[in-house]
Protein backbone atom coordinates (compact mmCIF):
# COMPACT_ATOMS: atom_id res chain seq x y z
CA UNK A 1 0.00 0.00 0.00
CA UNK A 2 2.82 2.61 0.82
CA UNK A 3 4.38 2.11 -2.57
CA UNK A 4 0.91 2.66 -4.23
CA UNK A 5 0.79 5.58 -2.39
CA UNK A 6 3.94 6.93 -3.49
CA UNK A 7 3.45 5.85 -7.21
CA UNK A 8 0.04 7.37 -6.72
CA UNK A 9 2.19 10.63 -5.59
CA UNK A 10 4.68 10.79 -8.10
CA UNK A 11 2.32 10.48 -10.75
CA UNK A 12 0.50 13.84 -9.35
CA UNK A 13 3.47 15.71 -9.09
CA UNK A 14 4.31 14.80 -12.58
CA UNK A 15 0.91 16.33 -14.03
CA UNK A 16 2.46 20.14 -13.34
CA UNK A 17 6.01 19.60 -13.44
CA UNK A 18 7.08 23.43 -13.48
CA UNK A 19 4.80 24.07 -10.56
CA UNK A 20 6.58 20.99 -8.71
CA UNK A 21 9.86 22.73 -9.81
CA UNK A 22 8.83 25.82 -8.27
CA UNK A 23 7.05 24.54 -4.80
CA UNK A 24 10.34 22.71 -4.29
CA UNK A 25 12.48 25.97 -4.97
CA UNK A 26 11.95 27.19 -1.60
CA UNK A 27 12.88 23.98 -0.01
CA UNK A 28 15.98 23.47 -2.14
CA UNK A 29 16.94 26.94 -1.19
CA UNK A 30 16.51 26.76 2.67
CA UNK A 31 18.28 23.14 2.88
CA UNK A 32 21.01 24.33 1.07
CA UNK A 33 21.51 27.01 3.20
CA UNK A 34 21.40 25.00 6.33
CA UNK A 35 23.78 22.50 4.84
CA UNK A 36 26.57 25.59 3.96
CA UNK A 37 26.37 27.12 7.22
CA UNK A 38 26.01 24.15 8.93
CA UNK A 39 29.55 23.17 7.34
CA UNK A 40 30.88 26.36 7.74
CA UNK A 41 30.22 26.40 11.51
CA UNK A 42 31.86 22.97 11.94
CA UNK A 43 34.67 24.22 9.93
CA UNK A 44 35.22 27.12 11.97
CA UNK A 45 35.15 25.21 15.61
CA UNK A 46 37.10 22.48 13.96
CA UNK A 47 40.06 25.34 13.00
CA UNK A 48 39.58 27.01 16.45
CA UNK A 49 40.25 23.61 18.05
CA UNK A 50 43.07 22.75 16.22
CA UNK A 51 44.81 26.31 15.99
CA UNK A 52 44.62 26.08 20.08
CA UNK A 53 45.60 22.46 20.20
CA UNK A 54 49.18 23.66 18.04
CA UNK A 55 49.49 26.00 21.30
CA UNK A 56 48.53 23.06 23.32
CA UNK A 57 45.22 22.78 25.31
CA UNK A 58 47.13 20.88 27.87
CA UNK A 59 49.78 23.57 28.04
CA UNK A 60 49.93 26.02 31.53
CA UNK A 61 52.10 29.26 31.59
CA UNK A 62 53.79 30.60 34.84
CA UNK A 63 54.34 34.06 35.01
CA UNK A 64 55.94 36.15 37.88
CA UNK A 65 53.56 38.56 39.82
CA UNK A 66 52.96 41.34 41.39
CA UNK A 67 54.37 42.60 44.86
CA UNK A 68 53.46 45.34 46.68
CA UNK A 69 55.65 47.79 48.79
CA UNK A 70 54.40 50.37 51.36
CA UNK A 71 50.46 49.67 49.65
CA UNK A 72 52.24 50.13 46.25
CA UNK A 73 52.08 47.39 43.26
CA UNK A 74 54.39 46.91 41.08
CA UNK A 75 51.52 45.01 38.67
CA UNK A 76 51.61 41.96 36.91
CA UNK A 77 55.64 40.60 36.79
CA UNK A 78 56.72 43.17 39.26
CA UNK A 79 58.81 40.39 40.56
CA UNK A 80 61.21 38.31 39.70
CA UNK A 81 60.32 35.05 41.22
CA UNK A 82 60.94 32.03 39.23
CA UNK A 83 64.13 30.55 38.68
CA UNK A 84 65.22 27.11 37.21
CA UNK A 85 64.80 25.27 40.19
CA UNK A 86 61.43 25.74 40.26
CA UNK A 87 61.43 24.34 36.81
CA UNK A 88 62.99 20.59 38.20
CA UNK A 89 61.03 21.13 41.22
CA UNK A 90 57.73 21.01 39.22
CA UNK A 91 58.87 17.93 36.96
CA UNK A 92 60.03 15.81 39.86
CA UNK A 93 57.31 16.31 42.32
CA UNK A 94 54.09 17.27 39.97
CA UNK A 95 52.82 14.07 39.25
CA UNK A 96 50.13 15.28 36.63
CA UNK A 97 53.02 17.29 34.75
CA UNK A 98 54.58 15.53 31.73
CA UNK A 99 57.22 18.02 30.36
CA UNK A 100 58.33 21.77 31.86
CA UNK A 101 60.90 24.40 29.81
CA UNK A 102 61.84 27.68 30.68
CA UNK A 103 60.92 30.30 28.23
CA UNK A 104 62.74 33.74 26.91
CA UNK A 105 62.14 35.09 23.65
CA UNK A 106 63.27 38.12 22.04
CA UNK A 107 61.90 40.08 18.74
CA UNK A 108 63.88 41.97 16.21
CA UNK A 109 67.29 39.58 15.75
CA UNK A 110 68.51 39.55 12.17
CA UNK A 111 69.39 36.09 11.31
CA UNK A 112 72.51 35.89 8.35
CA UNK A 113 73.25 33.21 6.57
CA UNK A 114 75.99 33.58 3.89
CA UNK A 115 74.82 36.69 1.68
CA UNK A 116 70.73 36.26 2.77
CA UNK A 117 69.76 38.03 5.49
CA UNK A 118 65.79 37.64 7.42
CA UNK A 119 64.33 38.78 10.76
CA UNK A 120 62.28 36.10 12.23
CA UNK A 121 58.78 37.09 14.14
CA UNK A 122 59.91 35.58 17.24
CA UNK A 123 63.58 33.81 18.41
CA UNK A 124 62.61 31.41 21.02
CA UNK A 125 64.35 29.20 23.74
CA UNK A 126 63.30 26.23 25.75
CA UNK A 127 64.89 23.49 27.51
CA UNK A 128 65.05 19.96 25.77
CA UNK A 129 61.29 19.44 26.65
CA UNK A 130 60.25 22.75 25.00
CA UNK A 131 59.92 20.63 21.65
CA UNK A 132 57.58 18.57 23.95
CA UNK A 133 55.15 20.99 25.58
CA UNK A 134 54.64 23.06 22.60
CA UNK A 135 53.76 20.06 20.40
CA UNK A 136 55.84 20.54 17.56
CA UNK A 137 55.99 16.61 17.20
CA UNK A 138 59.18 14.96 14.80
CA UNK A 139 61.55 17.04 13.44
CA UNK A 140 61.02 17.26 9.44
CA UNK A 141 64.89 17.18 9.19
CA UNK A 142 67.35 16.76 11.50
CA UNK A 143 66.82 16.42 15.36
CA UNK A 144 66.21 18.78 18.47
CA UNK A 145 68.84 19.97 20.78
CA UNK A 146 69.44 18.16 23.73
CA UNK A 147 69.95 18.21 27.60
CA UNK A 148 73.84 18.67 27.23
CA UNK A 149 73.92 20.98 24.72
CA UNK A 150 71.06 23.00 27.38
CA UNK A 151 73.49 22.92 30.07
CA UNK A 152 76.41 24.62 28.16
CA UNK A 153 74.36 26.94 26.65
CA UNK A 154 75.22 24.85 22.78
CA UNK A 155 75.25 27.61 19.60
CA UNK A 156 73.18 25.28 18.48
CA UNK A 157 69.36 26.29 16.71
CA UNK A 158 66.19 24.91 15.02
CA UNK A 159 64.34 26.56 12.60
CA UNK A 160 60.96 26.64 11.10
CA UNK A 161 60.07 26.67 7.19
CA UNK A 162 59.82 30.38 6.53
CA UNK A 163 63.15 30.69 7.88
CA UNK A 164 64.77 27.88 5.96
CA UNK A 165 62.77 29.00 3.13
CA UNK A 166 63.81 32.74 3.53
CA UNK A 167 67.58 31.64 3.91
CA UNK A 168 68.33 28.34 2.70
CA UNK A 169 65.96 28.70 -0.45
CA UNK A 170 66.20 25.17 -1.95
CA UNK A 171 69.19 23.84 -0.06
CA UNK A 172 69.98 21.57 3.00
CA UNK A 173 69.55 23.71 5.79
CA UNK A 174 70.73 21.25 8.63
CA UNK A 175 74.37 21.45 9.35
CA UNK A 176 74.66 25.10 8.07
CA UNK A 177 75.87 28.09 9.61
CA UNK A 178 73.54 31.48 10.62
CA UNK A 179 74.39 34.18 12.46
CA UNK A 180 72.33 35.65 15.70
CA UNK A 181 73.11 39.34 16.67
CA UNK A 182 77.03 38.40 15.34
CA UNK A 183 76.72 34.73 17.08
CA UNK A 184 77.58 31.61 15.11
CA UNK A 185 74.58 29.18 15.44
CA UNK A 186 74.77 25.60 13.94
CA UNK A 187 71.11 24.16 12.35
CA UNK A 188 70.67 20.91 13.97
CA UNK A 189 67.25 20.95 12.45
CA UNK A 190 64.24 22.17 10.60
CA UNK A 191 60.46 22.24 12.65
CA UNK A 192 57.77 20.21 10.41
CA UNK A 193 55.01 23.23 9.35
CA UNK A 194 52.68 24.14 11.64
CA UNK A 195 50.92 27.21 9.57
CA UNK A 196 49.46 30.31 11.15
CA UNK A 197 47.58 30.58 14.68
CA UNK A 198 44.26 31.50 15.53
CA UNK A 199 45.87 35.39 15.68
CA UNK A 200 47.01 34.88 12.17
CA UNK A 201 50.88 34.63 13.26
CA UNK A 202 52.93 32.65 10.97
CA UNK A 203 54.28 30.04 13.67
CA UNK A 204 56.92 28.81 11.10
CA UNK A 205 58.26 32.26 11.30
CA UNK A 206 60.38 31.27 14.08
CA UNK A 207 63.84 30.49 15.61
CA UNK A 208 64.22 28.41 18.63
CA UNK A 209 67.72 28.04 20.84
CA UNK A 210 68.60 26.68 24.35
CA UNK A 211 67.40 29.17 27.02
CA UNK A 212 70.63 29.01 28.35
CA UNK A 213 72.45 30.36 24.76
CA UNK A 214 69.40 32.98 24.82
CA UNK A 215 70.29 34.40 28.37
CA UNK A 216 74.11 34.01 28.50
CA UNK A 217 75.05 35.11 24.90
CA UNK A 218 71.97 36.82 22.98
CA UNK A 219 71.14 39.02 25.57
CA UNK A 220 74.56 39.84 25.89
CA UNK A 221 75.19 40.66 22.13
CA UNK A 222 74.33 43.63 20.46
CA UNK A 223 72.06 44.98 23.42
CA UNK A 224 68.61 46.18 22.30
CA UNK A 225 69.03 44.48 19.02
CA UNK A 226 66.84 46.23 15.99
CA UNK A 227 65.93 44.10 12.79
CA UNK A 228 65.74 45.04 9.66
CA UNK A 229 62.47 47.19 9.97
CA UNK A 230 63.94 49.36 12.15
CA UNK A 231 62.11 48.45 15.35
CA UNK A 232 63.95 47.95 18.53
CA UNK A 233 63.51 44.40 19.76
CA UNK A 234 61.72 43.80 22.66
CA UNK A 235 63.45 41.52 24.71
CA UNK A 236 61.84 39.12 27.56
CA UNK A 237 65.34 38.10 28.51
CA UNK A 238 67.33 39.80 31.82
CA UNK A 239 69.24 42.79 31.23
CA UNK A 240 73.29 42.57 31.56
CA UNK A 241 73.68 43.01 35.04
CA UNK A 242 76.49 45.00 34.32
CA UNK A 243 74.08 47.91 33.25
CA UNK A 244 72.56 47.29 37.01
CA UNK A 245 75.55 47.22 38.57
CA UNK A 246 78.52 49.26 36.95
CA UNK A 247 81.70 48.40 37.96
CA UNK A 248 83.71 51.52 39.98
CA UNK A 249 86.62 49.38 41.41
CA UNK A 250 89.19 46.67 39.86
CA UNK A 251 87.81 44.26 37.76
CA UNK A 252 87.60 40.96 39.92
CA UNK A 253 87.86 38.37 36.79
CA UNK A 254 91.23 38.82 34.74
CA UNK A 255 90.83 40.13 31.08
CA UNK A 256 89.69 37.60 28.82
CA UNK A 257 90.72 37.23 25.19
CA UNK A 258 88.21 36.76 22.42
CA UNK A 259 88.22 33.30 22.05
CA UNK A 260 87.88 32.46 26.35
CA UNK A 261 85.29 34.94 25.72
CA UNK A 262 83.25 33.20 23.32
CA UNK A 263 83.47 29.51 24.54
CA UNK A 264 84.67 29.70 28.34
CA UNK A 265 81.58 32.04 29.39
CA UNK A 266 81.67 33.08 33.31
CA UNK A 267 79.18 31.68 35.77
CA UNK A 268 75.83 33.60 35.52
CA UNK A 269 75.25 34.38 39.08
CA UNK A 270 71.64 35.81 38.53
CA UNK A 271 69.24 32.87 37.14
CA UNK A 272 65.66 33.92 37.66
CA UNK A 273 63.61 33.63 34.61
CA UNK A 274 60.59 35.34 33.06
CA UNK A 275 58.37 32.39 32.43
CA UNK A 276 57.54 28.73 33.03
CA UNK A 277 55.57 27.01 30.61
CA UNK A 278 54.43 23.63 31.78
CA UNK A 279 52.48 20.64 29.79
CA UNK A 280 50.04 17.91 31.75
CA UNK A 281 49.81 14.73 31.05
CA UNK A 282 46.60 15.02 29.31
CA UNK A 283 44.09 17.66 28.63
CA UNK A 284 41.61 16.58 31.57
CA UNK A 285 44.96 16.61 34.57
CA UNK A 286 45.28 20.55 34.02
CA UNK A 287 43.19 20.90 37.13
CA UNK A 288 45.29 19.01 38.82
CA UNK A 289 48.57 19.74 37.38
CA UNK A 290 47.52 23.43 38.18
CA UNK A 291 46.99 22.47 42.05
CA UNK A 292 50.03 20.74 42.40
CA UNK A 293 52.05 23.26 40.93
CA UNK A 294 50.52 26.04 43.04
CA UNK A 295 51.88 24.13 46.02
CA UNK A 296 55.15 23.42 45.25
CA UNK A 297 55.86 26.98 44.25
CA UNK A 298 54.11 28.46 47.27
CA UNK A 299 56.73 26.05 49.39
CA UNK A 300 59.64 27.13 47.58
CA UNK A 301 58.73 30.72 48.02
CA UNK A 302 58.12 30.26 51.49
CA UNK A 303 54.28 32.22 50.79
CA UNK A 304 52.52 31.70 54.40
CA UNK A 305 48.78 30.63 54.61
CA UNK A 306 46.48 33.77 53.28
CA UNK A 307 49.40 35.48 51.79
CA UNK A 308 48.74 35.99 48.16
CA UNK A 309 50.84 34.24 45.38
CA UNK A 310 53.69 35.58 43.69
CA UNK A 311 52.85 33.79 40.49
CA UNK A 312 50.16 33.15 38.15
CA UNK A 313 49.13 30.34 36.55
CA UNK A 314 46.77 30.36 33.00
CA UNK A 315 46.19 27.72 30.87
CA UNK A 316 44.57 27.01 27.62
CA UNK A 317 41.12 25.52 28.54
CA UNK A 318 39.26 28.99 29.20
CA UNK A 319 40.34 29.95 25.72
CA UNK A 320 39.04 27.05 23.94
CA UNK A 321 36.26 27.35 26.09
CA UNK A 322 35.26 30.75 25.26
CA UNK A 323 36.38 30.57 21.74
CA UNK A 324 33.91 27.79 20.84
CA UNK A 325 31.20 28.88 22.29
CA UNK A 326 31.49 32.07 20.51
CA UNK A 327 31.67 29.63 17.29
CA UNK A 328 28.87 28.17 18.21
CA UNK A 329 26.87 31.51 18.71
CA UNK A 330 27.75 32.58 15.47
CA UNK A 331 26.99 29.09 14.11
CA UNK A 332 23.12 29.10 15.64
CA UNK A 333 22.46 32.27 14.88
CA UNK A 334 23.16 31.77 10.69
CA UNK A 335 20.63 28.84 11.26
CA UNK A 336 18.05 30.59 12.67
CA UNK A 337 18.09 32.73 9.61
CA UNK A 338 18.31 29.26 7.34
CA UNK A 339 14.76 28.09 9.12
CA UNK A 340 12.98 30.66 8.40
CA UNK A 341 13.85 30.39 4.72
CA UNK A 342 12.82 26.63 4.93
CA UNK A 343 9.70 28.07 6.84
CA UNK A 344 8.88 30.50 3.93
CA UNK A 345 9.30 26.91 1.74
CA UNK A 346 7.09 24.93 3.86
CA UNK A 347 4.27 27.91 3.05
CA UNK A 348 4.57 27.51 -0.36
CA UNK A 349 4.35 24.28 -0.21
CA UNK A 350 1.00 24.41 1.90
CA UNK A 351 0.09 26.80 -0.63
CA UNK A 352 0.52 25.02 -3.56
CA UNK A 353 -1.29 21.15 -2.26
CA UNK A 354 -4.25 24.01 -1.40
CA UNK A 355 -4.92 24.60 -4.82
CA UNK A 356 -3.86 21.25 -5.89
CA UNK A 357 -6.85 20.40 -3.26
CA UNK A 358 -8.92 22.54 -5.11
CA UNK A 359 -8.32 21.71 -8.52
CA UNK A 360 -8.61 18.14 -8.57
CA UNK A 361 -11.73 17.87 -6.28
CA UNK A 362 -13.76 16.29 -8.73
CA UNK A 363 -11.09 13.25 -8.36
CA UNK A 364 -11.27 13.13 -4.73
CA UNK A 365 -15.30 12.88 -4.88
CA UNK A 366 -14.78 10.27 -7.67
CA UNK A 367 -12.47 8.05 -5.12
CA UNK A 368 -14.63 8.35 -2.10
CA UNK A 369 -17.64 7.26 -4.40
CA UNK A 370 -15.98 4.10 -5.42
CA UNK A 371 -15.08 3.24 -1.49
CA UNK A 372 -12.06 5.26 -0.48
CA UNK A 373 -12.34 6.51 2.90
CA UNK A 374 -11.53 9.82 4.53
CA UNK A 375 -8.10 8.21 6.22
CA UNK A 376 -6.88 7.35 2.60
CA UNK A 377 -7.38 10.63 0.77
CA UNK A 378 -5.57 12.05 3.53
CA UNK A 379 -2.53 9.59 3.43
CA UNK A 380 -2.92 10.31 -0.46
CA UNK A 381 -2.36 14.29 -0.22
CA UNK A 382 0.37 14.04 2.59
CA UNK A 383 2.68 11.61 0.86
CA UNK A 384 2.53 13.96 -2.18
CA UNK A 385 3.69 17.08 0.46
CA UNK A 386 6.23 14.56 2.02
CA UNK A 387 7.90 13.55 -1.31
CA UNK A 388 7.89 17.17 -2.58
CA UNK A 389 9.56 18.09 0.72
CA UNK A 390 12.00 15.13 0.22
CA UNK A 391 12.99 15.89 -3.32
CA UNK A 392 13.44 19.08 -2.45
CA UNK A 393 15.68 18.24 0.26
CA UNK A 394 17.45 16.14 -1.47
CA UNK A 395 18.29 18.71 -4.13
CA UNK A 396 19.19 21.20 -1.42
CA UNK A 397 21.89 18.87 0.23
CA UNK A 398 24.06 18.36 -3.25
CA UNK A 399 23.19 22.10 -3.47
CA UNK A 400 24.83 23.38 0.00
CA UNK A 401 27.37 20.57 -0.47
CA UNK A 402 28.89 22.28 -3.85
CA UNK A 403 27.92 26.07 -2.18
CA UNK A 404 30.71 24.13 0.62
CA UNK A 405 33.13 23.28 -1.70
CA UNK A 406 33.07 26.75 -3.76
CA UNK A 407 33.44 28.45 -0.66
CA UNK A 408 36.37 26.74 0.36
CA UNK A 409 38.06 27.35 -2.94
CA UNK A 410 37.28 30.22 -3.38
CA UNK A 411 37.36 32.06 -0.31
CA UNK A 412 39.92 29.90 1.27
CA UNK A 413 37.35 29.69 3.82
CA UNK A 414 37.57 26.35 6.49
CA UNK A 415 34.44 24.15 5.70
CA UNK A 416 33.48 20.25 6.98
CA UNK A 417 31.49 17.83 6.65
CA UNK A 418 29.01 17.55 8.79
CA UNK A 419 27.12 13.96 8.23
CA UNK A 420 24.66 15.04 10.93
CA UNK A 421 23.69 18.32 8.86
CA UNK A 422 22.85 15.93 6.46
CA UNK A 423 20.87 13.47 8.14
CA UNK A 424 18.81 16.59 10.14
CA UNK A 425 18.58 18.21 6.77
CA UNK A 426 16.59 15.62 5.48
CA UNK A 427 14.59 14.82 9.12
CA UNK A 428 13.51 18.40 8.51
CA UNK A 429 12.62 18.65 5.45
CA UNK A 430 9.81 15.54 5.73
CA UNK A 431 8.40 17.10 8.98
CA UNK A 432 8.12 20.49 6.88
CA UNK A 433 6.15 18.19 4.26
CA UNK A 434 4.05 16.41 7.05
CA UNK A 435 3.11 19.68 8.89
CA UNK A 436 2.72 22.16 6.39
CA UNK A 437 0.66 19.27 4.12
CA UNK A 438 -1.30 18.31 6.67
CA UNK A 439 -4.14 20.70 6.43
CA UNK A 440 -4.65 20.45 2.82
CA UNK A 441 -4.65 16.74 3.21
CA UNK A 442 -7.36 17.11 6.13
CA UNK A 443 -9.62 19.49 3.94
CA UNK A 444 -9.44 16.87 1.25
CA UNK A 445 -10.62 14.25 3.66
CA UNK A 446 -12.92 16.35 4.64
CA UNK A 447 -14.80 16.39 1.47
CA UNK A 448 -18.65 15.29 0.95
CA UNK A 449 -18.32 13.26 -2.40
CA UNK A 450 -21.92 14.43 -3.72
CA UNK A 451 -20.62 18.47 -3.51
CA UNK A 452 -17.01 16.88 -5.13
CA UNK A 453 -18.80 15.04 -7.68
CA UNK A 454 -21.01 18.12 -8.79
CA UNK A 455 -17.47 20.55 -8.40
CA UNK A 456 -17.14 21.78 -11.71
Keep these: ????????????????????????????????????????????????????????TNVMMIWPWATQTAGISSGSGGAVTLTEGDCAAIKAECLSVEAVTPSLSRRGIQAIAGNRNWTPFTVYSGNEDYFTVQSWGTPESGRYFTKR????AACVCVIGQTV???????????GRDLRLNNVLFRVIGVLPVKGANMMGMDQDDTVIVPWTTMRNRLS????????????????????????????????????????????????????????????AKTPEQVPDAIAQITE???????IGPGEADDFVIRDMSEMLKTMTATSGLMTSLLLIVAMLSLVVGGVGIMNIMLVSVTE???EIGLRMAVGARGAR????????????????????????????????HVLGWPVSVSLGAILVSAGVSAAIG???????????????????LRHE
Design 1 to 56: MILAQLLSAFVSLRRNVLRSLLTMLGIVIGVAVVITMMEIGAGASKSIKSSISNMG
Design 149 to 152: EVDV
Design 164 to 174: RRELFPGEEAV
Design 220 to 279: RSGGSATGASGAASSASTESDTSDVYPATSATTYPEQDSVQAQNYLLPVRFNNINQITVS
Design 296 to 302: VLRRRHK
Design 360 to 362: RTR
Design 377 to 408: ILWQFLTESVLLCLLGGLVGIGVGRLASVVIA
Design 434 to 452: VVFGFYPAWRASRLNPIDA
